[in-house]
């Protein structure tokens, strides 16, 4: 089968959402995303919706715990009315260190309080579809009043996707228990998602007894590709930035770990202490950046993404492309050419 693909904001200017947006659906993107990293993932999929009409929209992804499920539940139904039911929410984490030092919010397990926070969200939906009694009451979490003042009403399109973003074998399997979807972190190797997270994700869906096909399987890795391979090596640079950004986080020690590069984790972690992010990249070596990224120019980027993702991951994220070249038309091919359920061999 072909992947769904999508595209994304990572910092965008407000100003200029509208205008990607469009242009992501005109090329023939499936979806858009936006992340939380320097600024809010909501707002700018408002914009995103008012300028498009087919695309989906998606957070990729909006960390959870710093929002009640209350304050999530009526951001996101409000979007999914406005998009004529095109919103998808994706939840994350994120670590212990931004969860109390960033957001000010306490830390406990993740697994098990995303769990309740996804439950908690469908308990409100529900409400606010059908007029059922508020009951729900977790460890974290809990719904148990409202009045028809508090309570926006039925949609069109009640239900809501719910993707979880995982890097550990903990959050997939909660994923696949509770969610419709998986965002796999770009720092992550095929061996990794084969080897460890597919398996927990197998198990969650064993558990609510649901089927694969039911769930989406949603990213994998870097991505390093251009018109020549001058280009490709420039966006190898970054790959290895972004690798040895990620790889210094000890949370996400277990990707590397896999791989038998405990020793790099173990260095990066206290060279990022030390504030050398610079010299960083230098530890990333060839090995590494083939685990975890694609490299290849345009013409057999399409060939590699589908040796590596095909068989295992449903959608990809194949962005920044449409605003590094001039020519529209060779990412509208790639995007379609990603598309399409490939040729037997």
Same mark, same amino acid.
Do not use: C
């Given at each position: 089968?072909?992947?769904?693909?999508? @595209?994304?904001?990572? +910092?965008?200017?407000?100003?200029?959402?509208? #205008?990607?947006? !469009?242009?992501?659906?005109?090329?023939?993107?499936?979806?858009?995303?936006?992340?939380? @990293?320097?600024?809010?993932?909501? %707002?700018?999929?408002?914009?995103?919706?008012?300028?498009?009409?087919?695309?989906? =929209?998606?957070?990729?992804?909006?960390?959870?715990?710093?929002?009640?499920?209350?304050?999530?539940?009526?951001?996101?139904?409000? =979007?999914? !009315?406005?998009?004529?039911?095109?919103?998808?929410?994706?939840?994350?984490?994120?670590?212990?260190?931004?969860?109390?030092?960033? $957001?000010?919010?306490?830390? @406990?397990?993740?697994?098990?309080? %995303?769990?309740?926070? /996804?439950?908690? =969200?469908?308990?409100?939906?529900?409400? $606010?579809?059908?007029?059922?009694?508020?009951?729900? +009451?977790?460890?974290?979490?809990? $719904?148990?009043?409202?009045?028809?003042? $508090?309570?926006?009403?039925?949609?069109?399109?009640?239900?809501?996707?719910?993707?979880?973003?995982?890097?550990?074998?903990?959050?997939?399997?909660?994923?696949?228990?509770? #969610?419709?979807?998986?965002?796999?972190?770009?720092?992550?190797?095929? !061996?990794?998602?084969?080897?460890?997270?597919?398996? +927990?994700?197998?198990?969650?869906?064993?558990? +609510?007894?649901?089927?694969?096909?039911?769930?989406?399987?949603?990213?994998?890795?870097?991505? #390093? *590709?251009?018109?020549?391979?001058?280009?490709?090596? !420039?966006?190898?640079?970054?790959?290895?930035?972004?690798?040895?950004?990620?790889?210094?986080?000890? @949370?996400?020690?277990?990707?590397?770990?896999?791989?038998?590069?405990?020793?790099?984790?173990?260095?990066?972690?206290?060279?990022?202490?030390?504030?050398?992010?610079?010299?960083?990249?230098?530890?990333?070596?060839?090995?590494?950046?083939?685990?975890? #990224?694609?490299?290849?120019?345009?013409?057999?980027?399409?060939?590699?993404?589908?040796?590596?993702?095909?068989? *295992? /991951?449903?959608?990809?994220?194949?962005?920044?492309?449409?605003?590094?070249?001039?020519?529209?038309?060779?990412?509208?091919?790639?995007?379609?050419?990603?598309?399409?359920?490939?040729?037997?061999?």
């Amino acid at each position: 089968m072909g992947f769904k693909v999508e @595209t994304g904001f990572y +910092s965008p200017k407000l100003e200029e959402v509208g #205008a990607i947006a !469009k242009a992501a659906e005109e090329i023939g993107y499936d979806g858009i995303h936006a992340s939380e @990293t320097a600024h809010d993932p909501f %707002l700018p999929l408002v914009l995103a919706a008012e300028h498009t009409e087919r695309i989906s =929209l998606g957070t990729a992804v909006a960390i959870a715990f710093p929002r009640s499920p209350m304050i999530t539940a009526m951001m996101s139904w409000d =979007l999914q !009315k406005y998009s004529k039911g095109r919103f998808i929410l994706g939840l994350g984490t994120q670590v212990k260190g931004h969860n109390e030092r960033r $957001f000010s919010v306490p830390w @406990t397990a993740p697994a098990p309080r %995303l769990k309740e926070y /996804v439950e908690t =969200l469908r308990a409100i939906w529900d409400t $606010f579809q059908n007029g059922t009694k508020p009951n729900y +009451s977790g460890e974290h979490y809990q $719904f148990t009043l409202i009045n028809p003042v $508090f309570n926006p009403g039925p949609l069109e399109h009640p239900y809501i996707p719910i993707h979880l973003a995982a890097v550990n074998e903990g959050n997939a399997r909660i994923a696949g228990e509770v #969610a419709d979807g998986i965002k796999l972190h770009s720092f992550n190797t095929m !061996k990794y998602t084969q080897e460890v997270l597919v398996p +927990s994700i197998e198990k969650g869906l064993e558990k +609510s007894n649901r089927s694969r096909d039911k769930f989406e399987i949603w990213g994998g890795g870097f991505l #390093a *590709t251009g018109k020549d391979w001058a280009t490709v090596e !420039k966006n190898v640079e970054q790959v290895k930035r972004m690798v040895s950004f990620y790889g210094s986080t000890r @949370t996400y020690q277990g990707v590397l770990d896999h791989h038998g590069w405990t020793d790099i984790g173990e260095q990066l972690h206290q060279m990022s202490v030390n504030n050398k992010w610079d010299e960083m990249p230098k530890l990333i070596t060839p090995e590494m950046v083939e685990a975890f #990224a694609v490299v290849a120019p345009y013409d057999n980027v399409v060939e590699k993404m589908r040796e590596r993702y095909g068989g *295992t /991951v449903d959608a990809i994220d194949f962005s920044d492309y449409s605003k590094d070249i001039d020519d529209q038309d060779v990412v509208r091919h790639l995007v379609r050419e990603l598309q399409r359920d490939p040729v037997p061999a």
